[in-house]
């Protein structure tokens, strides 16, 4: 096995290319686990974290730029990109511990492409999209387009996430993510829930919701959506029936597995559950602009 | 917070000094047995079960034994057949399977290699021809009716049999007339529990490093509760002289009981011997969990008759412990936690059932912990339903000494009035539940026991001490053991360096188990201590030329009348001059055990709409006897809570149906995290032991015994449901919420 650290896109694609089988790497927060307990070791390890471009995080003209390599912790925070997305910036700060958030990208978040993983919802429901550096060039795609399955990607051999984009939060938008894990941390959410939403004179005008952990990747539920666009909200309390209506899309939604991590029965219920959390602290955070 | 009934204050006894080894803990610099390395040392792998329950048709190691790196594979032909009436013919056959697996992760062959990953590719090499046979899990298969044997050489311990059984042990203990009781009875409870497989979750995976020179000898490194119960097992499974082998103990890092018995040393030593170099194991986290620990997984019955009053007047219980593969299990000890409680009619049963999963091991407090679920859960019931302060019913109904305990001897001086009382008046019991929180009361108790301890202390010339024992330090007993020898001798604590020597410089030692250390070893310090000063009174009085009976010892000095007072330091440097060196060894096999009884309080929330627990407040209060060190005894309090409150909440062994544990990993074994508990107040609540010389108990294993029942006191007084089932994860609640 070879460890290399091109400094350049360009470099490190000629390393892919070179070198077929090869892996990317940031963190190594799944890799370096995944690696010791028995997964065979790649030809060539090329570590993208000393390439500039994918370590930087930018704001400008509305728009956010991610490194895909950037370590979590450099978003959770900036005090202005956690102020804009808070549910995405939440969901970041869930990863493992101190430690791991030091390390974990959301490149390898979602490249790495477990049902569970925390950040994806949240980047799904924000609309964020994902620059791919292919052989010759680079493609942009959205999130939600990468992940195929349990440990499968969209990703072609050579490919890699450069960066990630997402534009500012348009007015009375916000987001929350919300996940269930039995203990209050170091766990693998059983459910992940993230919502994203625009409150408009006491009426839900836009919403995504969107989750993780129930299905073989994370899903996008527009009906859970349209349960609460229209909806109407009284002293800050989203409307019972809506409510009700969310709860019971989100929970149809789950295609679960029963595993030793939960059971399907109570996955459903509880993405019931929590989507109607987290619409009520969206709605909260839209109306009080935080 | 401590509250001391009545016992002289010390000058050393009862404070908090640093602990001696607390420099080389925090700076990294204690060597556990995975720490050592020796030159030219091969690391070995093991080959494990894949099956739940198979017979071993053949194996063939030739491919492995040429891979690169190979220098020695052994299997089960590599150790000599112990008869199966042998004591150690259990540990023997889980240490190398002989003919048949008898779980998955049952290890059955080992390559030494010059890498780790050299060993482990060997180990893939080795061809194995398997006859499947059927897979025991549950209770009920064990029990059923012309069920397969788990284990064709187990047979019945405590009853008659007639041939091998899947029946580990079987007991019956009754008094008085309990059908008559319950028929006159105002209320009767019954309920049915049970409870999961849980690890004892240290820290530290098992290692060793053994060394078998060309004359045959081995020298052991190893990480356990006690060398000398390494070397006579690895002794035994060897076909060993004890006299062969060494054993040096390493640091440890957390045991719990899971280290009172060996699984490495034996094949480590053969990996040496074959391959005439140093030999170093050390298992994965997932070989931890599949392989070693666990504790029993119960089932039981309780019935308890009450009248209108409060008096619990009979009780009828059934315990059925799922024990494993093999049969070295003292269930009946730990359902004896019926004990707590008056109960003039008693009738107890309790039952060991084997089944195709490993071998369990002692977890503190050894199956106390799973009666104690059950009958503190009944008997909540019972105070809610006359709806009688928990504590109150407790105390109308608590043993005192005298009381007989379920085999009938009676209680020697106890202190469970006084942990009630203490809970009573505490600010957390009198403090108003917080709102939208519930409160739980729960108890429990362990014997503790005595068994054999050595020690030795030498004083140096310039009147330092070094105090050296065989009980390998698991909780901070270094510590107890230099402040029991400081109150002795009258010298400073810190000018005493405590030692846990390796087996050829210290007298036998029994394994650190039973809370016994700081009781029977301290007392082995004490007797020696005492002998010392005998001895010093004598050279006093050689130095100052008067008799013997004309010196006493007061705090560190030989006094006289019409003479200055003579320290100690001034008799040792004197020791030459007046008949050597001085040091004495002392041994003994300890009795008066005391029993230590504990009431616990916590304080929680239940989301109800996902059946999460938030645990807010806990209390855990506990007769110490005398807390040597008060922290260490804190400590102890506090971690067998935490451990409790991870077998109430998460903790579960998951196996599929062929016997394969699906969580063997602490990201899927859920021990709590630190965030997931508050800080575990402790009150040690002090009634001195009468048959120790400082009042000791011993401590660590009770505070295990309540949690599960506490906690489930609570989230029923929270949900109005009452959960029997362990573990109480966000599932089951959620579903006992929806049945409900
Ligand atoms: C103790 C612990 C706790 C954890 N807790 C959580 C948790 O709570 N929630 C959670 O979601 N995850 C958790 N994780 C998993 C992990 O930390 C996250 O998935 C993290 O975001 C991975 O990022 P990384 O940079 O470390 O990925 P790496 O390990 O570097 O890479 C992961 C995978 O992604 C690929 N990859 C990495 N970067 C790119 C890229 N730019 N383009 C294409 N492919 C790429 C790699 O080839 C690899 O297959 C935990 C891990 C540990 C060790």
């Known amino acids: 096995m070879r460890y290399t650290s091109p400094t350049t896109v360009d470099e490190a694609r000629s390393l892919l290319a070179e070198h077929p089988g090869s892996r990317v790497f940031a963190g190594a927060t799944d ?47 900036n005090h202005d990109f956690t ?46 999209q994902a620059v791919i550096a292919t052989a010759d060039g680079t493609r942009t795609v959205p999130v939600a387009e990468i992940v195929t399955g349990p440990g499968r990607t969209s990703l072609a051999d050579g490919e890699f996430i450069v960066e990630f984009t997402l534009a500012d939060t348009p007015a009375d938008t916000s987001d929350a993510y919300l996940r269930m894990i039995p203990r209050t941390e170091m766990d693998i959410a059983i459910v992940g829930s993230a919502v994203r939403l625009t409150v408009s004179d006491n009426i839900i005008t836009d919403a995504t919701v969107v989750l993780g952990a129930v299905a073989p990747t994370a899903v996008t539920v527009p009906d859970a959506g349209a349960a609460l666009i229209g909806a109407a909200i009284n002293a800050g309390q989203i409307d019972d029936s809506a409510l009700n209506t969310l709860a019971d899309a989100a929970s149809a939604a789950c295609d679960p597995i029963d595993d030793k991590r939960g059971t399907v029965a109570y996955r459903r219920r509880v993405a019931g559950v929590l989507t109607r959390r987290a619409a009520a602290t969206a709605v909260e955070r839209a109306q009080n602009g935080a | 917070m401590t509250v001391t009934d009545d016992r002289p204050t010390y000058k050393w006894v009862g404070t908090r000094p640093i602990r001696h080894d607390g420099y080389e803990k925090v ?42 790196g190979v220098k020695a594979v052994v299997t089960g032909a590599d150790f000599p057949d112990l008869d199966p009436t042998d004591p150690n013919f259990d540990v023997s056959v889980n240490v190398m399977a002989r003919g048949t697996v008898l779980y998955n992760g049952h290890a059955l062959a080992a390559v030494a290699a010059s890498t780790r990953a050299e060993a482990a590719a060997a180990v893939a090499a080795i061809q194995v021809e398997y006859e499947l046979l059927p897979v025991i899990l549950t209770l009920e298969e064990s029990m059923a009716d012309g069920a397969p044997l788990v284990n ?16 580990a042990t079987s007991n019956v203990v009754e008094r008085g007339d309990v059908e008559a009781a319950f028929a006159a009875a105002d209320l009767v409870v019954e309920r049915e529990f049970d409870t999961a497989y849980v690890h004892q979750g240290y820290i530290e995976p098992h290692a060793c490093v053994v060394d078998v020179g060309p004359n045959g000898k081995a020298d052991i490194w190893a990480s356990s509760q006690g060398h000398f119960m390494v070397r006579a097992l690895t002794a035994s499974v060897l076909g060993w002289e004890t006299s062969r082998i060494k054993v040096t103990p390493a640091e440890i890092g957390g045991g719990f009981g899971g280290k009172t018995t060996i699984y490495l040393e034996p094949v480590a030593a053969r990996l040496s011997e074959k391959s005439g170099r140093p030999v170093k194991l050390v298992l994965t986290r997932e070989e931890v969990l599949r392989a070693t620990g666990p504790a029993p997984a119960s089932k039981s019955r309780i019935k308890i008759a009450a009248s209108n009053d409060g008096e619990l007047t009979a009780i009828d219980c059934w315990f059925g412990y799922v024990v494993g593969c093999t049969n070295d299990f003292a269930g009946l000890v730990g359902a004896m936690s019926v004990a707590s409680y008056k109960f003039p009619n008693l009738k107890l049963e309790a039952i060991g059932a084997l089944t195709n999963t490993p071998k369990s091991a002692a977890y503190r ?16 019931e019972i105070a809610q339903t006359l709806d009688m302060d928990p504590i109150d019913i407790r105390l109308r109904n608590a043993v005192v000494e005298g009381d007989p305990t379920a085999m009938g001897m009676p209680h020697p001086r106890i202190g469970f009035v006084e942990c009630l009382e ?7 019991y009198r403090s108003p539940v917080p709102d939208g929180a519930a409160r739980g009361i729960g108890a429990g108790f362990w014997f503790n026991i005595g068994e054999q301890s050595s020690a030795t202390v030498n004083l140096n010339e310039d009147g330092t001490a070094t105090v050296i024992t065989g009980s390998p330090d698991i909780g901070g007993s270094r510590a107890s053991m230099a402040l029991m020898a400081a109150e002795e001798l009258g010298i400073d604590v810190y000018s005493i360096t405590p030692v846990v020597a390796d087996t050829e410089s210290v007298g036998f030692t029994d394994v650190t188990e039973g809370s016994r250390a700081t009781f029977s070893t301290g007392m082995a310090v004490v007797n020696a201590c005492r002998d010392l000063i005998e001895e010093l009174r004598a050279r006093a009085a050689t130095i100052l030329g008067v008799d013997l009976d004309a010196v006493t010892w007061v705090d560190g000095t030989a006094v006289t009348d019409g003479k200055d007072p003579l320290p100690l330091s001034a008799i040792t440097a004197k020791a030459k001059s007046t008949g050597g060196p001085l040091t004495v060894t002392a041994s003994l096999n300890a009795g008066g055990a005391g029993p230590s009884f504990a009431v616990h309080c916590c304080d929680l929330t239940v989301d109800e709409e996902t059946g999460q627990v938030t645990i807010l407040r806990y209390t855990a209060v506990q007769d110490a006897g005398t807390a040597i060190h008060p922290s260490y005894v804190e400590g102890q309090l506090q971690g067998g809570t935490v451990q409790g409150i991870g077998w109430a909440l998460n903790e579960e062994y998951i196996f599929d149906d062929a016997g394969s544990m699906e969580n063997a990993s602490f990201l899927d074994y859920r021990i709590p995290v630190a965030s997931d508990l508050p800080m575990i107040d402790t009150i040690v609540v002090e009634v001195p032991n009468p048959a120790h010389p400082y009042g000791v108990r011993g401590v660590g294993e009770t505070g295990i015994v309540p949690p ?11 949900t109005s449901i009452r959960m029997t089932s362990l573990p109480m994860s966000p599932p089951k609640i959620l579903a006992a919420l929806d049945t409900d």
Not at chain 1, 39 to 67: F, Y
Not at chain 2, 54 to 64: G, P, V, W
Not at chain 2, 708 to 718: E, G, L, P, Q
């Open chain 1, 31 to 77: 890799l370096v686990p995944q690696m010791r307990s028995g997964r065979p070791a790649p030809p060539v390890l090329v570590d993208l974290k000393k390439i500039a471009q994918l370590m930087s995080v930018t704001h400008e003209n509305g728009q956010w730029t991610i490194g895909a390599a950037t370590p979590t912790a450099n978003l959770t925070r």
């Open chain 1, 83 to 128: 102020a804009m997305f808070p549910g995405l910036s939440e969901a970041m700060g869930l990863i493992g511990s101190d430690q791991i958030q030091n390390r974990s990208s959301l490149g390898g978040n979602l490249a790495n492409a477990s049902p569970a993983a925390d950040s994806v919802p949240a980047m799904i429901a924000n609309g964020v």
């Open chain 2, 27 to 68: 700076t990294g610099k204690a060597r556990f047995a995975a720490d050592l390395d020796l030159p030219g040392q091969l690391h070995a792998a093991y080959l494990r079960s894949p099956h739940g329950h198979a017979r071993i048709l053949s194996i063939d190691t030739a491919a492995a034994a040429g891979m690169p």
């Open chain 2, 152 to 167: 064709e050489h187990n047979i019945t311990k405590f009853v008659e049999s007639d041939g091998p059984s899947n029946l």
């Open chain 2, 365 to 380: 407090a050894p199956s106390a912990p799973q009666a104690a679920f059950a009958i503190e859960s009944v008997i909540d």
């Open chain 2, 422 to 428: 203490a809970l009573r008046d505490s600010d957390h």
């Open chain 2, 708 to 718: 599960m029942a506490t906690v489930a006191n609570a989230i029923t007084r929270a």
